[in-house]
């Protein structure tokens, strides 16, 4: 693991700084109390302190979703992420600023915004396994670890420069303590009319208007929301890339699959869907 990285993980059990260690060919980050994790010959770490709350998608799901985010769908959400980064990452005065994706999947979004700040390293966090195989090489800089954000991150106090969190659950009081001072925390969250023409059509989850207010309340007493901007795109997709874009939201696990199937296979191509999120900038109290 890059050093630089690995200077900045802490043992999720007792909080203690994390070397590397070989023994044959296993290679494992041990901390001075002799908590032990495994390197998985895929790249990744495992630092999960116990069971995981669940196994994240699974590896056809996510080989679906890369498809579809390596196709450019979600360009501008990747663009307006390595647009935001670099002007906070300078704040914070770090030798290499470490960029923190917590839930990334794949790493795709982290590797876009390591693209823009050619000094910083970046670290992957996720419970699914297959997502992590891919995160781990996602970018020359960037290392991936199993991890719940809901419980304590395995990161030192203040480590990290930004923090990115793209459609993914929000741990208001551990992310402050990891963020730097003078780091940012920049939130992805769907707007009222992302995805509006699926909506009806295949009887999904409708985006909460008060979303931003429940964002902010999510980070309320941490966070200040510095700026807040949206970006939308018309997208035209096939119904296969429907089906994995309903996948990659919640209403992928409140909608019947069958039913759902048979919706998206009556869609005429190619299907024109809004992509429209909001990007919420926020500073740390």
Known sequence: MDPRILARLRCPVCAEPLTETTAGTARALRCPRRHSFDLARQGYVNLLAGRAPHTGDSAEMVAARADFLAAGHYDPVAAALAAAAPPHAARTDQAYPLVVDAGAGTGWYLAAVLAALPDA????????????????RAHPRAAAALADTWQRLPLADGSAAVLLNVFAPRNGPEFHRVLHPAGA??????????????????????????????VAGSLAGH???????????RLAL??????TLVGMGPSAWHTDPARLAGRIAALPEPVEVTLAVRLGVHRPR
Not at 121 to 136: H, I, Y
């Open 223 to 233: 966070f200040t929301e510095e700026s807040g901007t949206e970006h939308r795109r």
């Open 238 to 243: 096939s119904r296969a890339e429907v089906a």
């Open 185 to 214: 925390l920049l939130v992805v969250t769907p707007a009222t009319a992302h995805l509006g023409e699926l909506v009806d059509a295949l009887d999904l989850l409708r985006v909460d208007p008060a979303k931003a207010d429940r």
């Open 121 to 136: 390293v970046g670290l992957a966090l996720d419970v699914a396994k297959p997502a992590l195989r891919r995160a781990a």
